[in-house]
């Protein structure tokens, strides 16, 4: 097919990724271009993590951060240093997203999940400073997504003493995921903050909240996860699907959602209703960008 003036050959368009659902690789790919006009706002410019799933949510997946060898000559790629990587590798070479015939090549690729950083990368591939603060709300059995919102809602007001306003989002599946836009002078410094924030929620809410990772502390209790703040971390981008039973969505919530929440179902959404919202209310993190927040103590 072509798209944009872009030719692209798509295979195995009947093959069942999500087999519960009975979904195909053909209907990820559609779901992808009916969503790209708000999808793609989250993923441009940024470095893209791939999770591929070749086989389906049943069967086995991989991150894949470097492009594919087989990638078309005009999918835009970033060199980008990755110290530190699992693989002993000095850099990686990432696809990133900025128009809709690289999205549905990648969508063919069975990359059902999209995973940023909060940063973004120039024209010439240089690295910025953090544009988004997030946190992540992660439960511990027998907590789920309801109790996520509660904490959700309680960050939000910590936030907003702080002058920052935040969007609120499903994270496809257990919990939740708070984003700021920010302005920020330094790399480490939505880290800092964030770590700051949960912190003082777990001292307040020592029966709900706990910043630690160690699972053993999380039973019954809701995770506040600063740590994907971290430049080397990405975090599911908005509207990407999950690899879950079902095609669930990281869709971006309304608060009165998120206030009225008391079953899973009230905030997870399937990719048919996540395109049915979007027709309904547009894009629910359309203001994210223009909120720029500066972080207390800031003043670079």
């Known amino acids: 097919m072509e798209v944009l003036g872009r030719r692209l050959r798509l295979t195995n368009l009947g093959k069942v990724l999500y087999p519960e659902a009975g979904f195909t690789k053909g209907e990820v790919i559609d779901y992808y271009v009916r969503v790209a006009p708000v999808l793609l706002p989250y993923l441009a410019g940024r470095p893209l993590t791939l999770r591929r799933f070749p086989d389906g949510v049943v069967g086995g997946s991989f991150f894949e951060k470097n492009v594919s060898r087989h990638a078309p000559e005009w999918v835009r790629?970033?060199?980008?240093?990755?110290?530190?990587?699992?693989?002993?590798a000095e850099f990686a070479d990432f696809v990133v997203v900025?128009?809709?015939?690289?999205?549905?090549?990648?969508?063919?690729?069975?990359?059902?999940?999209?995973?940023?950083?909060?940063?973004?990368?120039?024209?010439?591939?240089?690295?910025?400073?953090?544009?988004?603060l997030v946190f992540d709300l992660d439960p511990g059995a027998p907590a789920g997504v309801v109790e996520?919102?509660?904490?959700?809602?309680?960050?939000?007001?910590?936030?907003?003493?702080?002058?920052?306003?935040?969007?609120?989002?499903?994270?496809?599946?257990?919990?939740l995921q708070l984003y700021v836009s920010v302005s920020v002078s330094g790399p480490e410094l939505t880290s800092r903050y964030a770590r700051a924030v949960a912190e003082r929620l777990a001292r307040e809410c020592p029966g709900e909240v706990v910043s630690v990772m160690a699972k053993a502390r999380r039973v019954g209790k809701v995770f506040i996860d600063w740590s994907q703040n971290n430049p080397a971390k990405t975090t599911v981008a908005a509207y990407s699907l999950r690899a879950r039973e079902w095609p669930w969505v990281s869709a971006p919530l309304r608060w009165s959602e998120v206030a009225g929440c008391r079953v899973p179902e009230d905030v997870l959404f399937t990719a048919g209703e996540v395109v049915e919202r979007?027709?309904?209310?547009?894009?629910?993190?359309?203001?994210?960008?223009?909120?720029?927040g500066r972080l207390p103590g800031d003043v670079g």
């Open 77 to 88: 790629t970033v060199r980008v240093p990755t110290p530190g990587s699992s693989r002993g």
């Open 98 to 132: 900025d128009d809709l015939a690289t999205l549905v090549w990648v969508a063919n690729l069975a990359a059902l999940e999209l995973h940023v950083p909060q940063w973004r990368v120039g024209r010439r591939g240089e690295v910025r400073v953090p544009d988004l």
């Open 148 to 175: 996520c919102c509660g904490v959700a809602l309680r960050l939000r007001e910590l936030l907003a003493a702080d002058g920052l306003v935040a969007f609120v989002k499903s994270s496809g599946s257990k919990g």
């Open 278 to 292: 979007v027709g309904e209310v547009g894009d629910l993190f359309a203001g994210l960008a223009s909120g720029v």
